[in-house]
């Protein structure tokens, strides 16, 4: 069964159009444009079902939600212009793909994924100078692989980007902010195979998490700017168990945080902040196969690093002139086994260096 709709908004009034069957086979289109409008789309025990939204103008509101399916389901809202707001519920079915893309003022977009017993796909684009943007994409209880991509760039303010994984075998998640004021972009993921990785470019007073349990952890996140210096750049990375790894870069920016923090197993972090000012840099690892490398240029670079045991290793280097004083500040805690540390600063008067090695 086929329901194709093609609605336009001649007044302020909301327009509703639902498409709702229970079929072997459902394809909804609904086109709006102007004015309040509003698009409701349920597929739920449907085989083969897609959905495709498109709105075009003021204050939209959308709302698919599709399950209960032994095949593939396909979701597409595309919504150009003013208050936009797209909600899509997909679950129970052999795999699922969501797309979103929005451009206007207020966009606030979610993506729900659960239960998929293949693949799950999700992905958000939020673009085109707009304010106050919130793109949430969450997918839980997938049994194999799971994958998630949030895009929020050209000149946009006040953006904030979560990607939740639960349970999926394998998982990717990547968030890319650009040009844009008040970032903030977070990515949770837990078990199996995961992958986690946010770019920030030319973006002020941004902020940027990932957070990651158990198995074969990787992360990254890089904040840089191509044209000036980014202003007040924080990014966090806390791994639990397994393989870990984790790398942040930071580049050309005006005050610049990074955190790693990693407990158990295989642990690698490594950490560069580049031609920025008022550098800090700190990261924590707990025990098994640590590393570290840290290298930061620049001026007022601060760096802390603690190993609580098992292989060690870590290397520092700083360069760059201090500010008033507190210039160049290395500290190293190593506990137990297999300690390394070398630290070199260069670049400035007022350079401190630390190290405190323990055996076990």
């Known amino acids: 069964m086929k329901n194709r709709y093609h609605l336009s ?14 079929a072997d086979e459902s394809s909804s289109t609904i086109d709006q444009s102007g004015d309040g409008n509003s698009a409701d789309i349920k597929q739920v025990g449907v085989d083969f079902s897609s959905s495709e939204i498109m709105q075009n103008g003021n204050d939209n509101n959308t709302t698919v939600i599709q399950g209960n399916s032994t095949f593939s ?24 793909t969501a797309n979103i893309t929005q451009s206007g003022l207020e966009n606030i977009a979610q993506i729900h994924q659960m239960t998929m017993s293949e693949n799950a796909s999700a992905g958000i684009n939020q673009t085109l100078e707009a304010w106050n943007n919130t793109a949430t994409i969450r997918q839980t209880d997938e049994s ?40 903030n972009a977070e990515a949770w993921q837990t078990g199996g195979a995961q992958n986690a990785e946010v770019y920030q470019y030319d973006t002020w007073y941004s902020s940027a998490t990932i957070n990651q349990s158990g198995d ?4 990254f996140i890089d904040q840089n700017s191509f044209d000036a210096l ?35 197993d295989g642990n690698i972090a490594t950490t560069s902040q580049t031609n920025g000012i008022d550098l800090l840099t700190t990261i924590t690892q707990d025990g098994f196969g640590n590393d570290s490398l840290i290298d930061q240029t620049g001026s007022g670079n601060i760096t802390d ?14 360069s760059g002139l201090g500010v008033a004083g507190v210039e160049n ?26 190290i405190s090695q323990t055996p076990l």
């Open 9 to 22: 908004a001649i007044t302020a009034a909301m327009l509703l159009a639902i498409s709702s069957v229970n």
């Open 73 to 96: 389901m396909y979701s597409t809202v595309n919504i150009q212009g003013d208050l936009n707001m797209a909600d899509v519920e997909q679950h129970n079915a052999a795999g699922a």
């Open 144 to 183: 194999y692989w799971a994958q998630a991509t949030i895009n929020q760039f050209d000149m946009a303010e006040f953006n904030t980007a979560l990607i939740v994984q639960n349970y999926a075998a394998d998982s990717i998640a990547l968030i890319t902010q650009e040009f844009s004021l008040e970032s």
């Open 216 to 219: 074969m952890n990787t992360a």
């Open 230 to 264: 980014t202003i007040d750049s924080t990014a966090m990375i806390s791994q639990s168990g397994n393989e870990n790894d984790a790398s942040i870069y930071q580049e050309s920016a005006d005050t610049a945080r990074s955190t790693v923090s990693q407990a158990g």
């Open 305 to 318: 690093v603690q190993q609580m045991g098992d292989y060690g290793i870590v290397t520092i280097n700083q």
């Open 329 to 354: 500040m290395a500290t190293v805690y190593q506990s137990g086994y297999m300690n390394t540390a070398t630290i070199s600063q260069a670049g400035g008067a007022g350079n401190q260096a630390s």
